[in-house]
């Protein structure tokens, strides 16, 4: 166990550090062809050592309901400013729909009360934020395989991405909207939910109601908040900026397993 604890702060620390190069504007580190290259090799060598020697269903720590943090400090934005969202919002959810689809055998539509009536999981764990600071609280939502199970997976299925409701930049091609991205086998873990529920009650706007991602054993930022589909895809490689998610196409790792 307290080498799973040395090696998580360890991977903690190393992408906090890249943030900070991302959020004081070093642009000339960040975009510097060597250095993406060096951090390209590291990513592949923390996933490869991950999954050769940590198996595929281990779990991350889980904790009581002692542990839950006095507050827990919502991560990346905290409102979507769609009228879209703030309707949805204003009317508890009822009209949300979450879209799966893709390469799937069958595209679905749940409402929020679609997914509340499926088996759940309820998990204790710390959200490790790559800004630094971390929190316990407890989960509950639909594991994430159930949905892809229910929807089949067609051939050459790789990856799933998740849309999300909230806009960081004002763009015109769509690339300032929040996305993200896990493989089948992350996507797959026993962990890995679509949560609805914080310490007992429905998702609060500032933490992504109605639904969010919860995959525990990667830092924050992978969490995606406000989802509203879900595509099965071959590759992300297409979308964007190519890496995988908002942040990831700015400058962070596209795995970031701890």
């Not at 360890?10 to 975009?31: E, M, N, P, R, W």
């Not at 250095?35 to 050769?52: D, I, K, N, P, Y």
């Not at 929020?112 to 204790?124: F, V, W």
């Not at 873990?189 to 998702?203: E, R, T, V």
């Amino acid at each position: 166990m307290n080498s799973i604890f040395t090696r998580r702060r360890f991977l903690i620390g190393s992408a906090a550090g890249l943030g900070a190069i991302g959020l004081t504007g070093c642009d000339d580190v960040v975009q510097n062809q060597h250095v993406q290259q060096v951090l390209a090799m590291a990513e592949r060598l923390t996933m490869g050592t991950q999954r050769l020697i940590v198996s595929p269903q281990a779990l991350a720590p889980e904790y009581t309901e002692a542990d839950i943090s006095p507050s827990f400090h919502p991560n990346g934005s905290t409102q979507p400013g769609s009228a879209e969202y703030v309707q949805m919002a204003q009317t508890n959810f009822v009209d949300w729909r979450l879209k799966i689809d893709g390469l799937v055998n069958r595209p679905m539509e749940l409402s929020l009360a679609d997914l509340k009536k499926l088996p759940s999981r309820t998990q204790i764990t710390r959200h490790d934020c790559v800004e630094g600071w971390s929190a316990i609280g407890k989960w509950q939502g639909v594991p994430l395989g159930l949905i892809l199970q229910s929807a089949g997976l067609k051939p050459g299925a790789r990856y799933a991405v998740f849309y999300c409701a909230d806009e960081l930049e004002q763009t015109l091609d769509g690339s300032g909207r929040y996305y993200e991205s896990i493989d089948l086998i992350d996507a797959f873990h026993p962990q890995s939910i679509l949560a609805y529920s914080l310490n007992g009650k429905d998702l609060a706007v500032e933490h992504g109601a109605p639904l969010r991602l919860r995959v525990e054993r990667h830092l924050g930022y992978k969490h995606a908040k406000y989802v509203m589909r879900i595509e099965i895809r071959d590759r992300f490689s297409d979308l964007w900026g190519g890496n995988g998610g908002f942040w990831e196409d700015r400058g962070y790792e596209w795995y970031a397993g701890i």
